[in-house]
């Protein structure tokens, strides 16, 4: 990869990362408001619920996009974390802060259980 490329990465990887973290920080207090109303108390649940599962994603996303910065600090970005090949450039550019080419990921997609389903939408393959 020519640094040309690393920077392209690095410059959507980095605006990604201030994305993820204003998200977190507008997150951290989700209001846990009381209602009278008992129906309008069912949906502030869900709500709830859907918005604690979508701040540990963007958190595990976050982690993602701050290890790729790390990788790219250290030169090794682009390389495959399990097996060392070069991830395709194709699958960097649709998931640029994936650890893993696509073989290693197919098969930890494939041992992947139950506990871990908070990870599928990090688990995106390129197309
Ligand atoms: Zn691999």
């Known amino acids: 990869m020519t640094k040309n490329e690393i920077n392209k990465f690095k410059e959507i990887l980095e605006a990604r990362q201030a994305e993820l973290s204003e998200v977190l920080r507008n997150r951290e207090g989700i209001a846990i408001e009381k209602s009278p ?31 790729a910065l790390r990788r790219i600090q250290e030169g090794n970005f682009g390389t495959c974390l399990h ?11 649709a998931v ?32």
């Open 96 to 127: 640029p802060w994936t650890p893993y080419c696509i073989e290693c990921q197919e098969m930890a997609d494939r041992n992947r259980d139950e506990n871990n389903e908070m990870f599928d939408d990090l688990l995106v393959t390129a197309a």
């Open 37 to 67: 109303d008992a129906l309008d108390e069912v949906q502030r649940a869900a709500e709830r619920e859907l918005a604690i599962r979508n701040l540990d994603r963007e958190s595990n996303l976050l982690r993602n996009v701050r290890a």
């Open 83 to 93: 097996c060392e090949e070069e991830i395709s450039p194709k699958r960097l550019a």
